[in-house]
């Protein structure tokens, strides 16, 4: 019997949901509209849910909401500096928020965030296959690996005190998988190697 290993050899750096929303009115070239809307279950700050937000709707620069100040500080230290170095700027304010998710997967999933100023809204709708991302610490020059299950959605609206972006989804490929530039990230572990 060949021998199987059934626990993942590196140490997890939190678990929980990373959904994004991308945005372009040039086929992909840039993105107008990036958000990076987090659903922390476990990490070593906690749980708690964070919004990065940047957008000509908030005023063109990156924009912090959360439940929870010490995870989105923990996730501009660990992760968002590999994802978007710009949400990674620890001298950003961080905005207290509410969050709350409605819909569901096989139809439109929303995620609302209800500041004591701003309402933002991101939906997502017509969604593709899933399918489970596998990258181990090293992966792609990256010191952490992540698990994943992505939703990709050909569909999305972000929508900042009842105005919508403009802009498009962009369909993408991530490694011979269809992909799109706005995903629901759900079941998602970040790894780094042992000790």
Not at 187 to 195: A, F, I, N, Q
Request: some cysteine.
């Amino acid at each position: 019997m060949p021998d199987v290993q059934h626990v993942d050899p590196h140490d997890p750096v939190l678990t929980g949901e990373n959904s994004f929303l991308r945005l372009s009115t040039d086929a992909g070239k840039t993105f107008v509209h990036r958000t990076s809307h987090w659903r922390v279950l476990w990490s070593p700050a906690g749980q708690g849910h964070v919004l990065f937000l940047e957008s000509p709707l908030s005023g063109g620069v990156p924009r912090i909401y959360a439940d929870n100040a010490g995870v989105a500080r923990f996730l501009q230290r660990t992760i968002e500096t590999m994802l978007h170095k710009p949400f990674a700027d620890e001298s950003l304010d961080i905005t207290d928020a509410e969050f709350e998710r409605t819909g569901h997967s096989l139809s439109t999933v929303e995620e609302r965030i209800v500041s004591a100023h701003d309402e933002i809204i991101l939906s997502w709708w017509d969604f593709i296959d899933p399918f489970i991302l596998t990258l181990p610490p090293g992966a792609l020059g990256r010191p952490l690996g992540v698990y994943t299950t992505f939703l990709p959605a050909r569909g999305a609206q972000l929508s900042v005190n009842d105005q919508a972006g403009n802009g498009e989804v962009v369909l993408q490929d991530r490694f011979g998988r269809p992909m799109t530039s706005c995903c629901l990230a759900w079941s998602e572990t970040w790894t780094k190697p042992k000790g």
